[in-house]
């Protein structure tokens, strides 16, 4: 059975850090693509960063490009999501989610729908 779960969520102030961490079971992880996506309350969900199968190759969305950096650890089946000076519109449900599409030179995917299996997200809420 394929599990990822989400943890490190919280409240911060604008400004503040928090390390997000994505746990994975059930899959041999080092050949997925894993990827963090967020939505926001009344939004789609949308693509924040992603590493390739080796965390060679990580791709950003403009918005979170400079502030937040994916790392993933193969040895211990977990990719994390550090992110700082965060903003109030970084407030959303983070969801890591792991693919078999693999990266084309330098880019790996940023389509939800390349993504097969999910966690169950974690809270980031960031205050003013």
């Known amino acids: 059975q394929v599990q990822l779960v989400e943890s490190g969520g919280g409240l911060v102030h604008a400004g503040g850090s928090l390390r997000l961490s994505c746990a994975t079971s059930?899959?041999?992880?080092?050949?997925?693509?894993i990827g963090w996506f967020r939505q926001a309350p009344g939004k789609e969900r949308e693509f924040v960063a992603t590493?390739?199968?080796?965390?060679?190759?990580?791709n950003y969305a403009d918005s979170v490009k400079d502030r937040f950096t994916i790392s993933r650890d193969n040895a211990k089946n977990t990719v994390s999501l550090q992110m700082n000076s965060l903003e109030t519109v970084d407030t959303a449900v983070y969801y890591c989610?792991?693919?078999?599409?693999?990266?084309?030179?330098?880019?790996?995917?940023?389509?939800?729908?390349?993504?097969?299996?999910w966690g169950k997200g974690t809270q980031v809420s960031v205050s003013s």
């Open positions: 989610g792991a693919s078999r599409v693999g990266c084309t030179g330098y880019v790996c995917s940023k389509r939800r729908a390349d993504y097969e299996y």
């Open positions: 059930g899959v041999t992880f080092s050949t997925y693509t």
């Open positions: 590493t390739s199968v080796s965390g060679g190759d990580k």
